[in-house]
């Protein structure tokens, strides 16, 4: 699949490919320039990012220089979610990660603290954006990042809830192990204690969504020019 050709003044490269990802990439443009945020000397990068662990992440590194921010900010985001809660992901998640960008680029312009990524001036610049969403460090959409976890090869365990419910990733660790063993780990629903469970007793619903977001990543171009 093809990148789209992107009609955004504040994009200056972005691996858009499907009708969803377009639809963000035009919301985060119309945010950012709705916001001031300095586009012409700091480019903005543009990412859907399958492997991303979190919804959405970003980095702004630039520098002032006679009162301009000169750099790059890179917004990556999981496009995986945006097939689990598109709503949730255009109204609370864009929200979230402009502000951050916008925040940044305004402080590394001033030389104040940038050290509290979702201090007082974020929630209200999430606010302003969005006064119906509940600014958080963590966007709680219906985002499910099993997939994402067992892809990364976290331990796939399951409880006495019934098919995809009784699914939990944990991080494959000595902890985690100690944790199943002593039966520390139990499910919220039905109490029961998680049990590592062998690829072949995986609840049959799970293989559709692993090879979805395998598709995903296979069919998200990577250009190595571009990466960095
Ligand atoms: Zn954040
Ligand atoms: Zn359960």
Redesign the pocket.
């Known amino acids: 699949m093809d990148i789209r050709t992107l009609d955004a003044l504040a994009i200056h490269q972005h691996n858009c490919q499907t009708a969803r990802e377009v639809e963000v990439a035009l919301e985060v443009d119309r945010l950012l320039r709705l916001l001031e945020f300095p586009f012409e000397s700091t480019w903005v990068d543009l990412r859907f990012d399958p492997l991303l662990a979190e919804h ?1 992440a970003s980095k702004v590194t630039a520098m002032a220089i006679n009162g301009d921010v000169h750099g790059v900010a890179e917004i990556r985001l999981q496009p995986l979610f945006l097939f689990h809660d598109f709503r949730t992901f255009f109204e609370e998640v864009i929200p ?2 402009v502000a ?1 960008v916008v925040l940044s680029a305004r402080r590394i312009c001033d030389g104040s603290d940038n050290s509290k ?2 201090d007082d001036e974020w929630v209200e610049l999430v606010s302003e954006i969005n006064p119906d969403c509940e600014p958080a ?1 963590k966007v709680k959409g219906e985002f499910d990042d099993r997939p994402i976890k067992i892809h990364k090869g976290g331990l796939v365990c399951t409880c006495d809830c019934c098919d995809l419910d009784s699914i939990a990733v944990f991080p494959n660790t000595a902890s985690t192990a100690q944790k199943l063993k002593s039966e520390e780990l139990a499910c919220s629903h039905c109490f029961s204690p998680y049990r590592k469970t062998p690829q072949e007793d995986w609840p049959a619903e799970l293989k559709p969504c692993l090879a979805f977001y395998q598709q995903l990543i296979d069919f998200k171009a990577i250009h190595p020019i571009l990466s960095r």
């Open positions: 959405s979230h990660e951050h990524p979702h460090a």
